[in-house]
Structures are given as structure tokens and as C-alpha cells.
């Protein structure tokens, strides 16, 4: 069965400091992943993706994530964390194009 | 290049009162995928159209039901609405054989069921 696990509900950052969101997935089929991103009262924006190929994913914003198959995980980071980072992140997995959700990871930044 | 569009954008119902909701994929995408989001949580995926039919399911009872036009565009149906049925409805849009499967989001319906 597919599943993915995000830890921590809650992340702080200062800003200008390192963004490190955890993501771990299951899945018995070679992996579609995604991040998402999701500001207050809004839908879904696509950060990123892993389908095949190149394993460090850089997305928009200054994100990136590095599918590592052997811890199963699909961490999204950013080296410096900007005001207009605070959201709440969503990964995801694509089980026959249907997006299976983590709970998501708030992300608060701090001046 | 317009992209996913809901309507919409809140609604308030009453419990057992029925609701439709309606949204248009973005342009050339032919799958429309439907999911809830309850308050502080991840979307959980109610159902997908392809070609005007439901094409898979989630683990949703039968109140809640779909359909797909000609145009690609799709509605979903709550009947016999519930407390617990208040949340932001998330359409969602892709091609089906993309390969990528990547799913592009409307801004959602948030339905207050009273």
C-alpha cells in the first residue's frame, strides 16, 4: 500500500536559516513524488517532482528534494528561509494518478 | 493559459441539504480528480473522471457522487450533507497518460455544513 509520513507537524526557522522538511514514503511501484505547497485559505501549488532520471529535484522558490531510495525519503530543503516561506507543505506520492497525502508540515519563519 | 477554476468559492449548507460543485480543468487536460480536505489535514482523494466516467474511487460513501461533461469540466454531488462533510473540496486536473502524473490544483470550495 502506498502511504507518506511527514514528521513533524510543526517546523521554525529563523530567516536566513536552513529549511528542512522530512518526508518519508511507501510504495510496492517505483515512486512518482511531489511537494506542495499551500498558503493560508488557498489550493495546492506544485513545488516539485521525482519521476525517473536525476535524483536531487530543484523546484521553484529556491526549493529542492533528493529522492534517496534506500531510506525511502523525499526530504524537501531550502538553504535560506524567506518571510514569505510560511506556509503548510504537503508531500505526496502518485499511486495510478492518484495523489496519496501526508498530514503536512507548517512552516513558521521568524525575523 | 487559464488555469483550474472552482465555484464556488464558499458555500454554507445545512445537514441533510445537498450540495454541487463544479469546476473546469486547466486547458488540455482531459482528468479531473476531486479531493477533501478536512481542517489540519492532508487532501484525501474522493474520486477521478476520464472520459465522463469514474475512473477510480476513494474510500468515500455513495453520497458522494461526480460527473464529467463533454468539455472536461466536472461537478461533485454531496447528498444528505453532515457535520463532518464541512471541509475545502480541491479539484485537481492532469493528462492520464502524462507519465508524470503531475495533478495541477484549483484554489477550492470551502463548504460549512451547519
Known amino acids: 500500500a502506498q502511504s507518506v509520513t511527514q514528521l513533524g507537524s510543526h517546523v521554525s526557522v529563523s530567516e536566513g536559516a536552513l529549511v528542512l522538511l522530512r518526508c518519508n514514503y511507501s510504495?510496492?511501484?517505483?515512486?512518482?513524488l511531489f511537494w506542495y505547497v499551500q498558503y493560508p485559505n488557498q489550493g495546492l501549488q506544485l513545488l516539485l517532482k521525482?519521476?525517473?532520471?536525476?535524483?536531487l529535484v530543484k523546484g521553484i522558490n529556491g526549493f529542492e528534494a533528493e529522492f534517496k531510495k534506500s531510506e525511502t525519503s523525499f526530504h524537501l530543503t531550502k538553504p535560506s528561509a524567506h518571510m514569505s516561506d510560511a506556509a503548510e507543505y504537503f508531500c505526496?506520492?502518485?499511486?495510478?494518478?492518484?495523489?496519496?497525502f501526508g498530514a503536512g508540515t507548517r512552516l513558521a519563519v521568524h525575523p | 493559459d487559464a488555469g483550474v477554476t472552482q465555484s464556488p468559492t464558499h458555500l454554507i449548507k445545512t445537514r441533510g441539504q445537498q450540495v454541487t460543485l463544479r469546476c473546469s480543468p486547466k486547458?488540455?487536460?482531459?482528468?479531473v480528480s476531486w479531493y477533501q480536505q478536512a481542517l489540519g489535514q492532508g487532501p484525501q482523494f474522493i474520486f477521478q473522471?476520464?472520459?465522463?466516467?469514474?475512473?477510480q474511487r476513494g474510500n468515500f460513501p455513495d453520497r458522494f457522487s461526480g460527473h464529467q461533461f463533454p468539455n472536461y469540466s466536472s461537478e461533485l454531488n454531496v447528498n444528505a450533507l453532515l457535520l463532518g462533510d464541512s471541509a475545502l473540496y480541491l479539484c485537481?486536473?492532469?493528462?492520464?497518460?502524462?507519465?508524470?502524473?503531475?495533478?495541477?490544483f484549483g484554489p477550492g470550495t470551502r463548504l460549512t455544513v451547519t
Open positions: 485537481a486536473s492532469s493528462l492520464p497518460s502524462g507519465g508524470s502524473y503531475e495533478q495541477y
Open positions: 510504495s510496492s511501484v517505483p515512486p512518482y
Open positions: 521525482y519521476t525517473t532520471g536525476a535524483t
Open positions: 505526496a506520492v502518485s499511486f495510478y494518478n492518484k495523489l496519496i
Open positions: 486547458s488540455g487536460h482531459d482528468t
Open positions: 473522471y476520464y472520459e465522463e466516467e469514474e475512473r
